[in-house]
Structure formats: C-alpha cells, structure tokens
T-cell receptor
C-alpha cells in the first residue's frame, strides 16, 4: 500500500514552454501533497504544500506564478512549470500524506520527474 | 532558525557496520525520519522515531535522544547496494518536514 506515482518520469522541453507533472496517490487518499525540487548532490528542497481543494502554500523564494500547483482531488496534484528556463532543470519529486495512515506524519514519495530544459 | 546537521560523506567496507549521525535544532519536534535515496531516485522510508531509544529493523537500526537533539542510523552487515545517500528529516511543530542535506555513504569491497 501507500503507492505514489508521478508522470512523466523524464521530460525534455524547449526554453519558454510549459511542462505539467502529475502526482497520484494510487491506493490511498492524500489530504496533503508536497512538491520538492532536488539539484544534483543537494538535499530535497520543499517548494510548496498543497491541500485538496485549497490554494497551495509556497515556500519563500518559490514563484507561485511560475510553479502552478493544482490539487483538485484527494488522489491527484499537478505541478506546472510555466515558461521553463534551463535553470529550472532539476529533479522534481512529489510526496503525499495518508489521511488515515498509521503514522500521520509519514510522507510517501513518488519516483520523481527529471526535467531538462534546453 | 531550524537546522539539521549530518556528515556530507562517509566510507565503509562491505560487511562492516557504519553509524550515521544527525543532530537537529528545530521549532518543536514531532518525530524524526530516516530515508534512503539512491542516485536519480526518490527517497524511500527507512525508519521513524518519536520516542527516545533504539528501533531495530533488520540490518538497520535508528536511535533517538530528544533531550540531546540527536539521532543515528546504524547499518550492519553492509552490502554494496547500501551505497546511497541517507537523509535525516525532522517533523517540526507545524508538522513540516525539515530535511538534512543527506550523507552520501560509499561502500568499498
């Protein structure tokens, strides 16, 4: 149980285009989903926290107009990188918290999406 | 501010034992996680400690001392596949995960 999927796993796009990444909790309902970014040899950096049906809470320094997050249901959240630039190239990882899990605090991670902007 | 400290890199020999330390200063404490992350992959859950003491799970054990703001992950009978980064993360008073930078563990034959 507690499986989180992400799609796509890899994406290459041209500078200036937009990319949408989907995060789904497959066998549980997620009250909260988190979006992280990880640059090579660095730790995870939380970008934003999203709760189903409400606006996402962005971390300081993360542009909410550039990184659009939608959490329309208890099993799906999307991250859209708008007008992507080469510096947005990174590993994007989502995680979800099980609303009725044994450990309320545990986050289950998706496999990640490697974005390369040319 | 909130801070999680762990060594950047450690090297150990196959079959040996290694201890990865993590110290933290956070606003509140609601548990500590250890995750394993292989290069290019997402983190996978290893352990969760919220009370003081040692939690043993197979070859891996995790220890917590809340009074000292300290935890360690102990890996026994090291295997080559244990080469990975090990991330320490603390749940603060707002139930946010505060991440350490990770410890890269290199296993040599």
């Amino acid at each position: 149980g507690a499986v989180v999927s992400q799609h796509p796993s890899r994406v290459i796009c041209k500078s200036g285009t937009s990319v949408k990444i989907e995060c789904r909790s497959l066998d549980f309902q997620a009250t909260t989903m988190f979006w992280y970014r990880q640059f090579p040899k660095q730790s995870l950096m939380l970008m934003a926290t999203s709760n189903e049906g409400s606006k996402a809470t962005y971390e300081q320094g993360v542009e909410k107009d550039k990184f659009l997050i939608n959490h329309a249901s208890l099993t799906l959240s999307t991250l859209t990188v708008t007008s992507a630039h080469p510096e947005d190239s990174s590993f994007y990882i989502c995680s979800a918290r099980d609303r009725e899990g044994a450990s309320y605090n545990e986050q289950f991670f998706g496999p990640g999406t490697r974005l390369t902007v040319l | 501010g909130q801070n999680i400290d762990q060594p950047t890199e450690m090297t150990a020999t196959e079959g040996a034992i290694v201890q990865i330390n993590c110290t933290y200063q956070t606003s509140g404490f609601n548990g500590l996680f250890w995750y394993q992350q292989h290069a290019g992959e997402a983190p996978t859950f290893l352990s969760y400690n919220v009370l003081d003491g040692l939690e043993e799970k197979g070859r891996f054990s995790s220890f917590l001392s809340r009074s000292k703001g300290y935890s360690y992950l102990l890996l026994k009978e090291l295997q080559m596949k244990d080469s990975a980064s090990y991330l320490c993360a603390v749940v603060d008073s707002n139930y946010q995960l505060i991440w350490g930078a990770g410890t890269k563990l290199i296993i040599k034959p």
